[in-house]
């Protein structure tokens, strides 16, 4: 049938898991090495490497300006920086394991959101 809108009360809750976890992201510990874009000048080789860069501030600037159509448009950005990590970073570095365990709290906070 023709594309019905979502209810707006949908794309509400949505943005505001969004906003939540970012927020939580962003604060997390761990969060340092995925705050702000990586410098490909500075890191050698990961502009060869990585083709879809991305960061917390990056979907902080698209959440704000309604760059995310739902909750699996951000998600997918999210997972993408650990992605990235995990294809750029041993598991067995400072930068690895802070993707590890920053990957694994989004997985468990995005979890219970939806539980909720
Ligand atoms: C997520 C990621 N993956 C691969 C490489 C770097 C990064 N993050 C950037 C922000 C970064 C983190 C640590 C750094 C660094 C830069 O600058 C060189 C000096 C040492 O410390």
């Given at each position: 049938c023709a594309k019905m809108p979502k209810p707006s009360q949908d794309n509400d809750r949505d943005l505001t898991f969004c906003r939540i976890l970012l927020a939580e992201l962003e604060d997390h510990h761990d969060a340092w090495p995925f705050l702000?874009?990586?410098n490909i000048k500075t890191v050698p080789g990961y502009r060869k490497v990585i083709k879809k860069p991305m960061d917390f501030s990056t979907i902080r600037e698209k959440l704000c300006s309604c760059q995310y159509q739902n909750l699996e448009m951000f998600i997918i950005d999210v997972n993408l920086v650990f992605d990235n990590c995990e294809k750029f970073n041993?598991?067995?570095s400072e930068i690895g394991r802070a993707g590890h365990n920053m990957r694994k709290f989004f997985e468990r906070r995005w979890t219970e959101l939806l539980k909720s």
């Open positions: 702000n874009p990586v041993e598991d067995n």
